[in-house]
């Protein structure tokens, strides 16, 4: 049973009693992400993820980890372009546990500049790693295709001279601005009692609330260009990048239905194209990115370099054929089934119920049930999809990024014959 409370400070706690379990998945939520950093900032949000782990005025970042493992739980984090999530999953008699330990995180961290310094090379690292894989950092290519300089386009792990110039008081600053009990949603999943959940909150959580910040920008505009990074590596990585729909919007499960049939499973049509008629493509999908007020979806696959320009047409050809002819009956009928037991299946985790409470709340300050996802899915008419792929598959809007052993004159000589 889902329960929803709004504190007087402007958090919002929910939750959802699942009582034939005997784990409680819990998360912290916050809306704080690369999406709301300045020029100066790139990256901080991110850091602020690491450094939450490293130590309070009362723990060590060792005796955090060893609490948790004491307890046999889980304990990680992740942010986002929008928000950063603090979690932790556990047997429902350790939710107090859990609920201390994470808010002692939260509120009394000390951001020791040894420690901070130490972070900044850990991120370092990952930085590299991210960019020795190549299908990972295609998707920031393309929304930076699509929307050019807008904060959205911005990578999640920053620009490592920014890191690296970043001082203990701009990040206790940037802290202080985001994480403010208005821009904080708790939620929990599992065997346990809301009453209960509040009054550790209340406990825990005393964050005073309106930081009166202006969160976000405007919404970005589609520049629709052609990025091309040549790099000596053995695949061509491709991704084309069409105009989605934001998290809100009323067609969103017109286009999950839409992204679906394209390149969403094995049975969709880029996959049987690309990869089972023809063997050109290992991995080859499309997906759907949803923010607050914008939206993208993707086609990615990664090929050789002979068959590159190949894979690159088909999937035009695709795109093509589907805006002029639509989609069947038989197609759209498949994908509803799919979509809804894709969704089925993913409530049986406490981990994925929390996050769909999480997220639903802190970008859309309310929650979407089970029940009406699938009543707006099973809505949708083959005529919605076509004019859904007629619109969004507009040849004229369409971004493209490409990274390997291909030029950049190779790529537009083949966009215009």
Not at 193 to 221: C, I, M, N, W
Request: proline share 3%; with cysteine; aromatic share 6%.
């Amino acid at each position: 049973m889902y329960k929803r409370t709004g504190l007087d400070n402007g958090m919002v706690v929910v939750s959802e009693k699942l009582p034939h379990l005997r784990s409680v998945a819990l998360g912290i939520w916050v809306r704080s992400g690369s999406r709301f950093e300045g020029p100066d900032e790139k990256g901080i949000s991110h850091l602020l993820e690491h450094l939450y782990f490293k130590g309070t005025e009362k723990r060590s970042a060792r005796q955090i980890s060893e609490e948790m493992d004491s307890i046999g739980g889980q304990l990680n984090a992740f942010t986002s372009k929008e928000y950063s999530c603090y979690y932790a999953r556990v047997l429902d008699d350790h939710l107090p546990q859990a609920m201390e330990l994470l808010s002692d995180m939260l509120k009394n961290s000390t951001f020791a500049e040894e420690d901070i310094r130490r972070e900044v090379a850990v991120v370092g690292e990952e930085i590299r790693l991210y960019l020795d894989s190549p299908d990972d950092y295609i998707h920031d290519m393309v929304l930076r295709a699509t929307w050019g300089q807008h904060r959205l386009a911005d990578k999640v792990l920053g620009e490592w001279d920014v890191l690296e110039g970043l001082q203990r008081d701009s990040i206790a600053a940037y802290r202080e601005q985001h994480y403010t009990a208005d821009d904080m949603v708790i939620a929990a999943a599992g065997n346990l009692e809301h009453s209960r959940l509040l009054d550790l909150v209340e406990q825990h959580f005393g964050y005073e609330g309106d930081s009166g910040k202006a969160l976000g920008t405007e919404p970005p505009s589609v520049n629709a260009e052609v990025l091309v990074k040549e790099k000596d590596i053995e695949q061509v990585h491709i991704c084309v990048g069409a105009e989605g729909l934001p998290l809100n919007h009323e067609q969103i499960y017109v286009l999950h239905v839409l992204n679906t049939i394209l390149g969403g499973g094995t049975s969709s049509r880029l996959f049987q194209e690309i990869r089972e008629e023809r063997g050109l493509a290992y991995s080859v999908y499309s997906y759907s990115s949803a923010y607050s007020d914008a939206g993208l979806l993707g086609i990615y696959a990664g090929t050789g370099k002979d068959t590159a320009l190949d894979v690159l047409t088909l999937i035009y050809e695709e795109l093509a054929k589907i805006r002029a002819d639509g989609v069947s009956a038989t197609e759209v009928k498949r994908v509803k089934e799919q979509v809804k037991g894709s969704l089925m299946l993913s409530l049986e985790s406490t981990s994925n119920r929390m996050a769909r409470l999480g997220k639903s709340e802190v970008s859309l300050n309310r929650y979407r049930t089970p029940e009406e996802i699938i009543e707006k899915v099973e809505s949708v008419t083959e005529a919605e999809v076509a004019e859904m792929a007629a619109r969004i598959f507009d040849p004229g809007r369409l971004s493209l990024a490409v990274v390997g052993p291909i030029s950049d004159e190779e790529i537009r000589s083949s966009l215009n014959p």
